[in-house]
């Protein structure tokens, strides 16, 4: 393990935002799906288990080592209305 602090990345336990967005970035590594499931796992036993401190430890070491990035989140693009679309279609107009 590198020891270095200054390569030695903190991760953001404190909100479900942060956390999704960790997870997302296991889920995107090229990570073999053992280890993804594993670092999951701990993200859960962390998060759902009280906060362990030994967990955190273990957690944040083992995702520095893998070099895992959280994901940002997708930027939130405008929604069309559905009520915007009503009257907008073509209509078709039977002639008989």
């Given at each position: 393990m590198d020891h270095n602090s200054s390569s030695t990345k903190v991760f953001d336990f404190s909100t479900q935002a942060s956390i999704m967005s960790l997870l997302a970035g296991?889920?995107?590594?090229?990570?073999?799906?053992?280890?993804?499931?594993?670092?999951?796992?701990?993200?859960?036993?962390?998060?759902?288990?009280?906060?362990?401190?030994?967990?955190?430890?273990?957690?944040?070491?083992?995702?520095?080592?893998y070099k895992i990035e959280p994901v940002a989140p997708p930027s939130q693009k405008p929604v069309e209305k559905l009520e915007e679309k009503i009257g907008k279609t073509n209509t078709i107009v039977w002639i008989i």
């Open positions: 296991i889920r995107k590594s090229e990570l073999p799906t053992v280890v993804k499931n594993e670092l999951r796992d701990l993200v859960f036993l962390y998060t759902s288990g009280g906060g362990d401190e030994s967990v955190r430890i273990s957690l944040e070491q083992k995702l520095n080592n």
